[in-house]
């Protein structure tokens, strides 16, 4: 989505050691494999399903409003995470608006630490968080991803996100799999060059353009998420009014993003011709 992306306020990392950082736990995050006394000995948990029936996680891809000021997270969540799983709580603040009236806003989030890969992430952290947490009416928990080129963990974000969603598959006209030079480069490469990446490149519907035109309008410097499958894959400030987005298919390792690149375009190709 580079076309209308500016200032781009993802946090993954950096935002825990900024504002409050970490908030101390008031109560204890299970782990999985340790008895917990409310499970009768012997009991197996029952897994818990990545995306429910009628979840915001079962639409393939979305806009939506990031909420600020909404703390979920005001307690632990008591919920049953991978051993290998670590949890941090805090806050930090973004400026939203323009000039006189741009105000200071306070978003708070969760920050996982995993290894194992996203598919994993959502059935085995992101469900269990999301079941253990109290949302408000009117929004949904959602997470994105930041790999750490140095080891195989992974940094997840979360979000607070509106809902109804500000834009669905349903205003998608159009969609392809593109593959293209990446902007970033491994410098730890023998002969460093920029590497292949893949993208999905969306059209929307001039209704749905014009909506997103309208809201950021009305909405100055107010980030909006975009979202794949219930996962936040890019986040910032949209302007204008484009139809043509682009979606980097970075969630999944490089050998397998021409697969999910296609598989995307394909399934929001098929949606839009069912319209």
């Known amino acids: 989505m580079r076309e209308i992306l500016c200032g781009a306020l993802f946090l993954l990392m950096s935002a825990c050691g900024g504002g409050e950082g970490p908030k101390a736990p008031t109560d204890g995050t299970r782990i999985a494999g340790v008895p917990d006394s409310a499970t009768p000995a012997g009991a197996k948990a029952a897994p818990e399903a ?88 009117g929004t949904w928990l959602a997470f994105g991803r930041k790999p750490n080129l140095r080891t195989r963990e992974a940094a997840y974000q979360s979000f607070v996100l509106r809902v109804p969603f500000l834009v669905t598959s349903k205003d998608v006209v159009g969609a392809r799999a593109v593959e293209r030079e990446s902007t970033v480069v491994d410098m730890n490469a023998s002969a460093p060059k920029p590497p292949r990446t893949w993208t999905v490149e969306v059209t929307l519907a001039d209704a749905a353009a014009a909506r997103v035109a309208a809201w950021a309008e009305t909405h100055p410097m107010h980030p909006l998420a975009t979202v794949v499958h219930g996962r936040v894959v890019d986040e910032g400030h949209m302007a204008g009014r484009s139809k043509e987005l682009r979606i980097d298919v970075g969630w999944v390792a490089p050998d397998h993003a021409p697969r999910e690149a296609e598989k995307l375009a394909k399934e929001l190709t098929e949606r839009s011709a069912v319209r």
């Not at 969540?77 to 006189?100: C, F, H, Q, R």
């Open 50 to 137: 990545a995306c429910a029936p009628g979840e915001p996680c079962a639409e393939p891809f979305a806009i939506a409003e990031v909420g600020f000021e909404i703390d979920v997270f005001e307690r632990r969540p008591a919920a049953t995470l991978p051993v290998d799983a670590k949890l941090d709580i805090g806050m930090t603040y973004g400026s939203v608006g323009t000039g006189p009236e741009a105000k200071s806003r306070a978003l708070h989030f969760a920050t996982v630490t995993y290894a194992g890969d996203i598919d994993v992430f959502d059935r085995d952290v992101a469900a269990p968080i999301r079941k253990a947490v109290t949302m408000p009416a």
